[in-house]
């Protein structure tokens, strides 16, 4: 643990770093923070936090820039940020307003995301594969037409209108919807089977149909991948192999879903630099957090932007993002 005049030093190199990316002298954390020292005494503190691996020196005369290490430190102390009143009410617009299929939503999403945070936003949604069913209802249209509703976990609706061979009464049409939610709710998408015949033929044929119409709408296991403002993390690095590894990276949508999974697992909604698990990212961070729909995970959504990314407002955004989207599928679920 650092002493609260080592901590205040630190904090205040990071902070500089971040917003200047020049490194940070001593003069300047007398200037800005409250320390009461002399310079002298600030850059013996900085000394020893270079010793201690939270600080490096760039050039025998410079001023230091932080480490790995003091970015988590920095991270890990700055507790709890605010969105901005502007991002903030750049939010709650978008999200008043936000409506229609889950793949725009999940797409708009991730637009404001990068907009609000200056940084590459990604927004995954559940694999299919771990996705439940949530509610199934067959809507009668016409004495031999009737609609296939399915809520999903991840608070995607699948509509499928289906005509049937032969007239079928609204009351044997109840009857099917009845059984087949009865066994399908709670089902995965990719074990989608006919509940056994109930002895009524109307009725089976129909739940029979429907369950096989499911079946084939709902087999595609994926992962659907969102990625916006990847031009925004383009003035982030000097040397042109680092953002060609960064960009490389993001076209690939199995990467990307296994690198926030493992992030996630780790427990971690920051990872910095090495603790992405990626040695392209090396330079980069991540913010994440998962998104829930009545109350059961169905994505997730985070940044990824340089390590000298403003930490406080881009977790508050992911933090906010990540809220209100959960809340809207849940209720238009």
Known sequence: MLDDRKSAILRAVVQTYIETAQPVGSSHVVAATAVGVSPATVRSDMTVLEREGYLVQPHTSAGRVPTEKGYRYFVDTIGPGELSTEHARTVRAFFAKAHGELEEMLRSTSKVLSQVTS?????????????????????????????????????????????????????????????????????????????????????????????????????????????????????????TSTLHDVLGLLEQQLTIVTLLRDVMDRGLTVAIGSETGEASLADCSLVIAPYRVAGETAGTIGVLGPTRMNYSETVAAVAAVSERLGKLLSEGS
């Open 119 to 239: 940084t590459t936003a990604v927004v995954i949604a559940e694999p299919q594969e771990t996705t439940t069913i949530r509610s199934v209802q067959l809507v009668d249209l016409s004495p031999t037409l009737y609609l296939i509703v399915v809520v999903l976990s991840s608070g995607e609706i699948v509509k499928k209108s289906v005509d049937h061979a032969q007239e079928i009464s609204a009351d044997d049409l109840g009857w099917a919807s009845r059984a087949l939610a009865g066994h399908l709710v709670g089902c995965q998408v990719g074990s989608v089977t006919a509940p056994p015949p109930g002895g009524e033929p109307a009725v089976d044929a129909v739940v029979l149909e429907a369950a096989e119409v499911l079946r084939t709408a709902l087999g595609d296991a994926r992962s659907n991948v969102f990625v916006e403002g990847t031009s925004l993390i383009a003035g982030a690095f000097d040397l």
